[in-house]
C-alpha cells in the first residue's frame, strides 16, 4: 500500500504542474489563432473549438478516474520489477537522449496500432473528429483511458530500468509540443518537415483523404515513418478533407464522438460468429 500511495502521489503532482504552466499558453495560443483566422476569413470554428473544450473535460474527468489503476497499480508494478535501474536527471544528457528516442518510438507504435487495431480506433478516432484543424482540436481525447490502451506501450521503457516519473513526463512534454502543430495556418518549412512533426505533416494525418490516410504517426520526430514507409508529404494539388471516413451520427454530441465507435465494435461483437469474427471485430483493422 505504501507503494501504491508514493506513485500516485508522484503521478498526482506530475500532470498538475504541467497544466499551472501549458495551460494558459495553450488558451492564449488558441485566441492568437481564433484572432488571424477571424481576421482572414471573417470566421472562426467557435462551435467546434467549444465541443472539442467539452471532449477535453470528459477527458480530464474519465484520466483522473482512471489514474490510480493505470499509475498506481500497473506502472508501480512493473517497476518493482525492473531490469535496472537507469538513473535521469537534468544534467545526464544521453539518460535524458535515450529516454525521449525510446518515449518518441513508443509513440510511434502507439499512435500506429491505434490506427490499426480497432480496439484502440474507438479510442482514438475521437481524436479525428474534428472537420476543421485548428489547435483547439489537440484537446480532443478519448473518454476510455484504459481501453485505449497508450500507457501499455511505455510500459517496457519503465521495466528496463527508467524511472515511471521521468518516463511519463517526456510523453507529456511531446503532447505538449504536439498541440501546436495542430493548425493551418502554418505552411511547410522547408528541411525541417522531413526531420520533425510539423503542421503540414500533422495536416497529413489528420486528412481522410485516400492518398493520406494512415501516414505520419511521428510524435516529435519523423525518423520513425521514413524508416517504416509512413511518412507523406503534404501534396499541394489535393485539398485536405478532415475528419472520419465514417463520421459521428451526432457531431456537435460530446457522449457521441466519445462513445459511438465504441458502441458500433460492440453491435459487431455480438452479431458476430465464430473466433475469427470476433477477433477481427475487435484486433483487426478499423473499416
Not at 535515450?98 to 475521437?126: K, M, N
Request: hydrophobic letters at 50%; a positive charge; aromatic letters at 16%.
Amino acid at each position: 500500500m505504501e507503494f501504491y500511495l508514493s506513485f500516485a502521489d508522484l503521478f498526482e503532482k506530475l500532470p498538475n504542474k504541467i497544466g499551472a504552466i501549458f495551460i494558459p499558453v495553450f488558451l492564449v495560443t488558441i485566441l492568437i489563432e481564433a484572432l488571424f483566422i477571424q481576421a482572414r476569413h471573417g470566421s472562426y470554428p467557435w462551435k467546434n473549438t467549444g465541443i472539442s473544450a467539452l471532449v477535453a473535460v470528459g477527458h480530464l474527468v474519465t484520466q483522473a478516474a482512471a489514474h490510480g489503476v493505470i499509475f498506481g497499480f500497473i506502472v508501480a508494478a512493473v517497476y518493482e520489477v525492473r531490469l535496472t535501474t537507469i538513473p535521469v536527471s537534468w544534467g545526464n544528457w544521453p539518460s535524458l537522449i535515450a529516454l525521449f528516442l525510446l518515449t518518441d518510438l513508443a509513440f510511434y507504435v502507439e499512435h500506429r496500432c491505434s490506427h490499426r487495431i480497432r480496439l484502440l480506433w474507438a479510442s482514438h478516432s475521437v481524436h479525428h473528429s474534428t472537420e476543421r484543424m485548428v489547435v483547439s482540436a489537440a484537446f480532443r481525447l478519448s473518454w476510455t483511458p484504459i481501453l485505449s490502451g497508450v500507457f501499455l506501450f511505455y510500459l517496457p521503457i519503465v521495466w528496463i530500468g527508467f524511472d515511471p516519473v521521468w518516463v511519463f513526463g517526456m510523453v507529456s512534454a511531446g503532447l505538449t509540443y504536439q498541440f501546436f502543430v495542430h493548425t493551418e495556418l502554418v505552411k511547410r518549412i522547408g528541411w525541417l518537415e522531413w526531420a520533425i512533426n510539423t503542421p503540414s505533416a500533422h495536416r497529413v494525418h489528420h486528412a481522410r483523404n485516400s492518398e493520406y490516410i494512415d501516414k505520419n504517426f511521428g510524435g516529435v520526430l519523423m525518423i520513425w515513418d521514413h524508416l517504416f514507409g509512413t511518412y507523406q508529404a503534404e501534396l499541394p494539388d489535393i485539398k485536405i478533407r478532415y475528419g472520419l471516413s465514417h463520421p459521428r451520427s451526432s457531431p456537435s454530441n460530446p457522449f457521441v464522438i466519445a462513445y459511438e465507435d465504441l458502441w458500433r465494435m460492440l453491435k459487431e461483437l455480438v452479431s458476430a460468429r465464430g473466433w475469427r469474427a470476433w477477433f477481427h471485430s475487435v484486433l483487426g483493422p478499423p473499416a
